[in-house]
């Protein structure tokens, strides 16, 4: 079984930061990239940001580039995601996630096969 762990959710005012972390953990599996996605209320999971290790591609959703960034080491099945200048609207639960072969899109839940129980990001107005 294949274990994701995430942390650095909270409470922030708008303008502020945070660091989510995300490790893997458990039998092995192909790490081929790592993405985060977030999910709020009767929504459906949205991507984040998008990290794939070989090449070291990143890709983000458009409403958080310039302000997100998507890190991590691949060896260590570990990816973060600095947040800087929250908005209310990026309020949700984060999710990591791993995509273990490539997928014609990387931007939507289905192309990961394995996902952690997220971590709440509430920033205030």
């Known amino acids: 079984q294949v274990q994701l762990i995430e942390s650095g959710g909270g409470l922030v005012q708008a303008g502020g930061s945070l660091r989510l972390s995300c490790v893997a953990s458990?039998?092995?599996?192909?790490?081929?990239?790592m993405a985060w996605f977030r999910q709020t209320p009767g929504n459906e999971r949205e991507f984040v940001a998008y990290i794939r290790w070989g090449l070291r591609r990143t890709d983000y959703a458009g409403s958080v580039e310039g302000r997100f960034t998507i890190s991590g080491d691949g060896a260590k099945n570990t990816v973060y995601l600095q947040m800087n200048n929250l908005e209310p609207e990026d309020t949700a639960v984060y999710y990591c996630g791993i995509q273990t072969a490539p997928t014609l899109t990387v931007h939507y839940r289905y192309a990961y096969a394995y996902w952690g129980q997220g971590t709440q990001v509430t920033v205030s107005s």
């Open positions: 458990g039998r092995a599996f192909s790490n081929y990239a």
